[in-house]
């Protein structure tokens, strides 16, 4: 089976600002996710810290600041934010891969600005968070070498983590004097224990222990990771879109609530789901022994 075109051969770089655009292709391409078909389709997004390509039913999501360690700044947190917008509405997506580019996954917040001089407002607005945006399709995070602050919780947000075996958790946030924000959040997400090394002692944490404790899905060698992550792919986007995405919207909602309000969530949920055409098509699949159309 042929390859996709490599990264580079298919997002070019405006050398007048560095701007990335998204070239469309001039040919067709074979598929690794379906049936051979392979399609590039033009983003019209004009980004300064992201690669965005939509390959088949997968987007690719790329941090792109590779000289500053993909530090997150303003602009990233925006265009991230508003990539996850488009991935959300599109329909022909129904799974996302989301890495890093150089050297590492993410070193977190931007801190080059130095030290703060206004006062500071927590506002509650986090674009980039999947999970505060009503996005309910799959993503897939491909972590390397450094995982770091505002970095983890963009890993964490989510739904498998793939760890080359250089990957290293860390929030270093208490030696800046800084509270961090997910603070709330990690200790839903990991045993209360290792949350407690991670935002408390600012201990990091390799891959291979964060595997142990659940933190990722599985650790497999650098050269491998962007495979896994299209393997997992391939594996959602071969199942009902809609009963993926209905199951991942009751994980979401449902995740801090108490069991009176879960129920009326899955009420609501699986009543929608289970009387959608996927339901019916996989049936029909199911009773003729082939593979569900879910197009």
């Known amino acids: 089976m042929s390859q996709p075109t490599p990264l580079g051969l298919l997002v ?12 469309p292709p001039a040919t067709t391409y074979t598929n690794p996710y379906s049936d051979g078909s392979f399609r590039e389709w033009m983003t019209h997004m004009q980004l300064e810290t992201l690669q965005y390509e939509k390959r088949g039913h997968v987007a690719h999501v790329t941090l792109d600041r590779p000289e500053k360690l993909n530090a997150m700044n303003e602009t990233m947190h925006r265009e991230l934010g508003e ?10 997506l129904r799974a996302a ?8 996954f993410s070193a977190g917040a ?15 607005e986090f674009a980039d968070i999947t999970r505060t945006r009503r996005l309910y399709k799959p993503i897939i995070a491909a972590l390397h070498s450094h995982v770091v602050g505002y970095g983890m919780w963009i890993a964490m947000d989510a739904d498998f983590r793939i760890a080359a075996p250089d990957t290293s958790f860390w929030l270093p946030e208490p030696q800046w004097g800084i509270a961090t ?9 990991m ?11 600012a201990d990091r944490i390799d891959a291979e222990r964060a595997y142990q404790v ?23 986007c071969s199942l009902s879109p809609a009963a993926v995405q209905g199951m991942k919207e009751s994980m979401v ?21 289970m009387n959608l055409d996927d339901r019916r098509e996989g049936g029909r699949a199911f009773v003729e022994k082939r593979e569900a159309n879910w197009d």
Not at 191 to 201: N, T
Not at 219 to 236: N, Y
Not at 253 to 273: E, F, H, K, W
Request: include cysteine; aromatic fraction near 10%.
């Open 97 to 104: 891969i989301l890495s890093g580019n150089g050297r590492c």
């Open 110 to 124: 931007d801190l080059s600005f130095g030290a703060p001089t206004e006062t500071y407002q927590y506002r509650g």
């Open 191 to 201: 045993p209360w224990a290792i949350a407690s090394e991670l935002l408390l002692a």
């Open 214 to 236: 659940g933190i990722v899905n599985k650790v497999v060698p650098r050269d491998e990771l962007m495979q896994a992550a299209e393997t997992l792919a391939a594996r959602l």
């Open 253 to 273: 909602r449902a995740s801090n609530l108490d069991y009176t309000a879960l129920d009326q969530i899955t009420d609501i949920v699986q009543t929608r789901v």
């Open 12 to 23: 070019g770089k405006l050398t007048a600002n560095g701007r990335g655009w998204y070239i």
């Open 83 to 92: 990539v996850w917008d488009d991935f959300r509405d599109d329909p022909g």
């Open 181 to 189: 924000i997910p603070a709330a959040w990690f200790p839903k997400m």
